[in-house]
């Protein structure tokens, strides 16, 4: 149980398009979503939290009109990516918390970069 | 503010025992956890402790909680191969905001040698 996809996987675009990736938890309802973004050999930083049918709450740094997060439903969220630049090329994780849950679960991360 | 430390790197013969360990210090934290995580994957949860507790064993994994010194650390018996990995310490506080925010180390890498 608690398994956790993104998709997709691995994207590769031009600078100055947007690119969305897809946080989907498969067998629970995750009411708070979390977006983490990870450099080569560093750790996790949290980007932003999303709660279900509510605004994402940002990290300070994080800017949100470039990086848009829609949490429609209990098993969805997305991460949009607007206007990319090679700057933005990044692994991005989610993870996925149920009500009062003490436990996030993780996806497997997308890769992209931008060219 | 907070802050989660580790050591950057472990090398253990295969077979030995492996010692992880981490630092925190918020002491308002509820939730300490250990994450695994190989190349190009994501973050895969191994186990986690209560602050309340101060062991908690798990088949090969043991995790001792030094509440006193903020130190956490994690003991993996019988190291295989398939362990290499690197290992994040992390640690939540469901404080007023109740958020469940995750604050993670840097990660160790663990190598583990034939």
């Known amino acids: 149980g608690a398994v956790v996809s993104q998709h997709p996987s691995r994207v590769i675009c031009k600078s100055g398009t947007s690119v969305k990736i897809e946080c989907r938890s498969l067998?629970?309802?995750?009411?708070?979503m979390f977006w983490y973004r990870q450099f080569p050999k560093q750790s996790l930083m949290l980007m932003a939290t999303s709660n279900e049918g509510s605004k994402a709450t940002y990290e300070q740094g994080v800017e949100k009109d470039k990086f848009l997060i829609n949490h429609a439903s209990l098993t969805l969220s997305t991460l949009t990516v607007t206007s990319a630049h090679p700057e933005d090329s990044s692994f991005y994780i989610c993870?996925?918390?149920?009500?009062?849950?003490?436990?996030?679960?993780f996806g497997p991360g997308t890769r992209l970069t931008v060219l | 503010g907070e802050d989660v430390e580790q050591s950057l790197f472990l090398s253990v013969r295969e077979g030995d025992s492996s010692v992880i360990n981490c630092t925190y210090t918020?002491?308002?934290?509820?939730?300490l956890y250990w994450y695994k995580q190989e190349p190009g994957a994501g973050l895969q949860l191994l186990t986690y402790?209560?602050?309340?507790?101060d062991m908690k064993q798990d088949q090969r994994l043991t995790v001792l909680l030094n509440k006193k010194d903020k130190h956490l650390s994690l003991r993996i018996a019988d190291t295989q191969t398939g362990d290499s990995a690197i290992y994040f310490c992390?640690?939540?506080?469901?404080?007023?905001?109740?958020?469940?925010?995750?604050?993670f180390g840097q990660g160790t890498t663990l190598q583990v040698k034939p």
């Open positions: 993870s996925a918390q149920t009500s009062g849950g003490a436990t996030q679960y």
């Open positions: 992390a640690e939540s506080a469901y404080g007023s905001s109740n958020t469940g925010k995750l604050i």
């Open positions: 067998d629970f309802q995750a009411t708070t």
């Open positions: 918020d002491s308002s934290s509820t939730y």
């Open positions: 402790i209560f602050s309340n507790m």
